[in-house]
């Protein structure tokens, strides 16, 4: 995907960090039936930066996760932040950068 962006030479491309995931029962089963738990996202999300170190001359990342690290389990469904501080927080800090 970050070489087929690269490649698009659009300007000024984003990708923001991969939000955490509810725990819940498939997460936390042996053996796990969804591998998405904090630390396999913290993994993509360093994977993601450093491809777009590599590769990405036109693509940026954005790390919210110091803003929805904390709050990650909030959300009325454990992913998606809507309507809430959270929300507007990584809004706000993302349209700055």
Not at 27 to 53: G, H
Not at 56 to 63: A, C, K, L, P, R
Request: proline letters at 6%; charged letters at 25%; aromatic letters at 12%.
């Amino acid at each position: 995907m970050i070489l087929r962006l690269n490649k698009s030479r659009l300007p000024n491309i984003y990708l923001r960090s991969i939000h955490y995931n509810a725990l819940g029962d498939v997460k936390t089963t042996c053996p796990p039936r969804d591998w998405r738990s904090p630390p396999i996202i913290d993994a993509y999300n360093e994977i993601i930066r450093n491809q777009i170190l590599i590769f990405g001359t036109n693509i940026s990342f954005i790390d919210t996760n110091f803003i929805v690290g904390p709050l990650w389990d909030i959300s009325k469904d454990f992913c998606h932040y809507r309507s809430d501080k959270v929300a507007s927080a990584e809004a706000l800090y993302m349209l700055r950068r």
